[in-house]
């Protein structure tokens, strides 16, 4: 739905984004991460036609941002970091206007804005001014005004900031009761937020591309192909005894000790890639006579991933890129 | 079309629901009726004293009433019309809403055009209250219809193309006030270009000799004079509401319309390459 191939944009001082791809399938929920600055707005400005890359390509919903915009706008939802509101405007009569500004045929638009009202929640202050609204409530229509047209793919940027806790969860909800008819990506910096919404993940740092993967593959990224055992000997063989039985056992390249206290040990096993040799070493223990009491292949949380690949490594790897176009 | 109508009725909903519009209405309904009132006392004056006198001095309420009343209504125009046109597009950038216009499957072109549109019906629904000013020279008096018609057409266009000129201004800044000053300073500007021309007599003064440093001075000088004269917005007014169209100032006012409209274009594309 969305292909993005070594897309770059300058401005006159820095590079905002720097040479990056990625591809959406439809019907994905992708989150969008990164630190602030990092690049998110403006890619989502390029893929939106707002502004045009300085250099590569962007393809949405099979049409490039470049040579057919007109298109492209035709297909997609957009809820910039702001909602883009008018204060004076009552929701009904915004929700209508935006309907006719997004080409619904006249013949829909009451219907159309009715929809969108039902399902963002906010048919209870339709004849409500703009201006009046809380914060939670001008996100909802914010997002009602994306939807309105049944748009093919839904760029949402930063949907839940300044929000409470309790409008955040009901938009986290709002926005996956939408996925599946529509491809949505949505930016943001809060971790627990794509863990909850999103199935994939593209992070970005200083305008380049970091990772981009599913939620599942990139916990277990950065750990490797590891496996924690915990073993109790009951005090009939030590930690060698156990290490040299791990060691023998086949698809185990290391072996490390990790904790070992009075009869109960940890053992950290690293493996080949392709070779999961769980089934084995438990066996391998139970046929040792020993207790197999924990085994587990340990995941960071997407904020320690998020951390590593966006730290300090990065920082100097993105630094030298800057420094070059200076 | 159809878009263009949906951005300019929109923008008609926020000068009527906010209190702008009526504000400007009250401003110019005292002002016009100010004038109305004190040009025609003077004319009911002066045939009075003419009466009284035993001479009769020729009368025309044309002339004599509904051409200086539109001449003062063109200077009125002069500052109520930044005050149409500053927002258009800066309140657009502060609010971040220019975001959805250019993210919507419209044109920019239909964008100012809808934009600019409205402001030019804006400043309309003022004139409706001189219609209702002039409507009473028409109950009491019996002038000429055809310069009054002209008379409008000319008022309507001079705004248009200040409100044109006010649209591009409104691009280039977030802040409406910045935008309502600028556009004020260069109506004001247009206004008082040709009061260079006082000292020029409107011909071109070919120097005898091109080494003489006086006679080439005097040449270029009668020479921009004409230029400034004609790019004054002050001038364009006067032979519509003598009844006269004339294509000269149509044309004027067409191309004023026209650069206003091109710059605003411009600028909003030129927002997106660089914003």
Redesign the interface.
């Known amino acids: 739905m969305i292909q993005v191939e070594s897309l770059s944009k300058k401005?006159?001082r820095h590079v905002a984004v720097d040479n990056i791809s990625f591809s959406v399938e439809k019907g994905d929920i992708v989150g969008f991460l990164g630190p602030n600055g990092a690049g998110k707005t403006t890619t989502m400005?390029v893929l939106?036609?707002?502004?045009?890359p300085t250099a590569g390509k962007a393809v949405v919903a099979g049409f490039d941002v470049f040579e057919q915009p007109?298109e492209v706008?035709?297909r997609?939802g957009?809820l910039?970091?702001?909602p883009?509101?008018?204060?004076?405007?009552n929701v009904e009569?915004y929700l209508t206007?935006?309907a006719?500004?997004?080409?619904v045929p006249s013949g829909e638009i009451k219907t159309r804005t009715a929809e969108a009202m039902e399902r963002c929640a906010i048919a209870d202050v339709k004849s409500k001014l703009i201006s009046k609204l809380s914060r939670g409530y001008r996100q909802r229509v914010g997002l009602a005004?994306a939807i309105i047209h049944n748009p093919d793919v839904l760029i949402l940027d930063e949907p839940t900031s300044g929000l409470d806790p309790k409008q955040i969860t009901e938009t986290r909800d709002l926005i996956k009761g939408l996925s599946g008819a529509h491809t949505i990506i949505l930016s943001t910096h809060i971790l627990p937020e794509v863990e909850a919404v999103c199935r994939k993940v593209i992070i970005i740092n200083r305008g380049r591309l970091v990772a981009t993967d599913s939620v599942e593959h990139l916990k277990h990224r950065g750990v490797g192909n590891t496996i924690q055992v915990q073993v109790d000997t009951a005090g009939n063989a030590d930690a060698q005894a156990v290490r040299q039985t791990l060691e023998q056992v086949p698809g185990v390249s290391k072996v490390l000790e990790k904790a070992l206290s009075e009869g109960r040990m940890i053992f950290e096993l690293e493996s080949p890639p392709d070779s999961n040799p769980r089934a084995d070493v438990a066996r391998a223990i139970v046929h040792a006579g020993w207790s197999l009491l924990e085994l587990k292949s340990p995941t960071l949380s997407l904020e320690e991933v998020y951390l590593q690949l966006t730290g300090a490594n990065a920082e100097t790897a993105t630094g030298i890129v800057d420094g070059g176009v200076r | 079309m159809r878009n263009i109508w949906t951005i300019c009725r929109r923008e008609l909903y926020s000068y009527f629901v906010s209190p702008i519009a009526w504000v400007l209405l009250a401003i110019f309904a005292v002002v016009s009726g100010f004038f109305v009132y004190i040009i025609s006392a003077g004319f009911v004056r002066a045939s009075l004293e003419g009466q009284m006198s035993g001479q009769s001095f020729p009368m025309n309420l044309n002339e004599q009433v509904i051409a200086p009343l539109f001449s003062n209504i063109a200077v009125l125009g002069l500052f109520l019309i930044p005050l149409i046109s500053m927002r258009l597009f800066a309140e657009e950038k502060r609010q971040g809403t220019i975001e959805l216009l250019i993210t919507s499957p419209v044109h920019d072109s239909q964008i100012v055009i809808g934009k600019w549109l409205s402001a030019v019906l804006m400043y309309s629904a003022l004139l409706v209250v001189m219609v209702a000013d002039c409507s009473f020279l028409f109950v009491y008096g019996n002038p000429d219809w055809r310069p009054v018609a002209t008379g409008f057409l000319g008022i309507l266009l001079q705004g248009a193309s200040l409100l044109a000129l006010g649209t591009f201004i409104s691009t280039l800044t977030r802040n409406q006030i910045i935008a309502g000053a600028i556009g004020f300073a260069l109506a004001l500007v247009l206004w008082i270009l040709n009061w260079w021309t006082s000292f020029a007599n409107f011909a071109i003064q070919w120097p005898e000799s091109w080494i003489n440093p006086v006679e080439l001075f005097s040449f270029v000088m009668s020479v921009l004079g004409l230029v400034l004269n004609y790019l004054s917005i002050a001038n364009h007014m006067d032979s519509f509401s003598r009844g006269v169209i004339d294509t000269k100032d149509l044309i004027y006012y067409l191309s004023m319309i026209f650069i206003g409209l091109f710059l605003t274009n411009r600028s909003i594309g030129w927002l997106r390459w660089r914003s």
């Open positions: 401005y006159a400005r939106t036609c707002f502004m045009p007109f706008k035709k997609i957009y910039p970091e702001t883009p509101l008018y204060p004076e405007m009569d206007f935006i006719r500004l997004k080409n005004q």
